[in-house]
Every structure is written in C-alpha cells, then in structure tokens.
C-alpha cells in the first residue's frame, strides 16, 4: 500500500489567493483527517470525516478554510482567500479496520504551505 | 480526553535503551496511552498503545503503572534514527472517533553517537 497521499509536498503562494491541498487516504480506510502543524501551536486537528461525512469541524480556525471529501479516496482543504499567518504543515491522516476494528491512524507526509 | 505531561526534552546514548515519561494523573478508566514519534519534516508514526496491562512489539516497550496514572515508552537498543519528538497521548479507544488524536508538545528525543 502507497499509504496516505498528499499533494503537493510543497506550495508557494501569495496573500489572498486561493490554495487547494489534496490527500488520498488508504484504500479502505473510513476516517480521515486534517491536521496542521506550526512552531507555535504544534499539531492541531482541524477537521475529521467518517464515511466522508464532517464529523467534527471545530478546530478549523476561520470561515477561510473549508475541507471535503466528494469520495472515499479524496479530500480536499481549500484556504480561500490565504493569509500569512496560514503558512504551516498540513497533514492528512486515515484510519479503517483491521479483523472489524478500527487500526491505528497512519499520516502522510505533509504539505508545507508558505504564504507570502 | 486526559492531559498528559511529558519532559520537554531527553537525551540518549546510542546502543542504550531510552525511556520516555509520562504522567496522566486524570485518565479514566476506558482510556488507552498511545504513543506516536515524528522524525523531523515526516508525518506521525504510532509506536504502540495499551489499557493496563505492559505491551511490546517490535519498535517499544510499553509500561504502565498499575495505577495508571503514569507510563513509559522504553526503545531498548536506541538507535541514531530514533531522533525524533514522541508524544504521549490518552484518548478512549480506537472505536470512538476514530484515530483522532489531540497532541501536546512531547518530548524532543535526542540519541547521541
């Protein structure tokens, strides 16, 4: 298995446009989230879906940012219009079953977001 | 979810085994300790996890206190490529909520030649 896939590795943009982040979660996995990482605040968790439904979106700082998952192997995180202060690491995670219980969440490798 | 308290950073020898605190004084009873690490620009990695009993498989060790109320994450054999930041974490069980997990600062572990 490829793992969890996210693109691009690295994104480069000016304040006020629009940044899409893409993950692919593992083949067969029904939760995914998205995470973001930054020296001040460390690793939070933005958003989680199940069966590609928002559970929980409590920790999605802004009105800026909105995530979605059309289908169980993609998810979107859009930053619309991006700041700043949004420059971080954004991981995507997913977790499924294993013998009909839930596994451990694997991550993927991150998109490092640069906001200038 | 409990709070969990880890030392900000520790120190290694390579070769000898590491041993990693935490202490979660308010954890319930139907919630695990899990241990995940990042190596610096990757994703998370879980390690291990438990309930009350000790567990080990082929990356750690894992003890906790027969209280509970405090764990450690043992590497036995530290290796140079064991330098990363692990994070304690208590939540209930993988099947509420999924894997989601609320990280705190961790532990900045360092194994030195």
């Known amino acids: 298995d490829a793992g969890v896939i996210q693109s691009p590795r690295h994104e480069v943009t000016e304040m006020g446009q629009e940044v899409t982040l893409r993950c692919k979660p593992i083949?067969?996995?029904?939760?995914l989230f998205w995470y973001r990482q930054t020296m001040m605040r460390g690793l939070e968790l933005l958003i989680y879906?199940?069966?590609?439904?928002?559970?929980?979106d409590s920790g999605m700082p802004e009105d800026r940012f909105s995530a979605k998952m059309p289908n169980a192997s993609f998810s979107t995180l859009k930053i619309q219009p991006s700041e700043p202060r949004d420059s971080a690491v954004y991981f995507c995670?997913?977790?499924?079953?294993?013998?009909?219980?839930?596994?451990?969440?694997?991550f993927g490798q991150g998109t490092r977001l640069t906001v200038v | 979810d409990a709070k969990t308290t880890q030392p900000t950073s520790m120190d290694c020898a390579e070769g000898r085994a590491a041993n990693l605190p935490c202490n979660h004084s308010?954890?319930?009873?139907?919630?695990?300790v899990y241990w995940y690490r990042q190596i610096h620009s990757q994703g998370p990695q879980y390690i291990i996890h438990?309930?009350?009993n000790n567990e080990t498989n082929e990356m750690a060790s894992l003890i906790i206190t027969e209280d509970r109320k405090s764990s450690t994450l043992i590497l036995p054999h530290a290796t140079l490529r064991d330098t990363a930041v692990y994070y304690c974490?208590?939540?209930?069980?993988?099947?509420?909520?999924?894997?989601?997990?609320?990280f705190g600062q961790g532990t900045e572990l360092s194994v030195k030649p």
């Open positions: 995670a997913s977790n499924g079953k294993r013998g009909g219980l839930n596994t451990e969440a694997f």
């Open positions: 083949s067969g996995h029904d939760y």
């Open positions: 879906f199940n069966n590609n439904v928002p559970i929980d």
């Open positions: 308010t954890i319930s009873g139907n919630e695990y």
């Open positions: 438990g309930l009350k």
């Open positions: 974490i208590v939540r209930v069980g993988w099947s509420n909520q999924g894997g989601k997990l609320i």
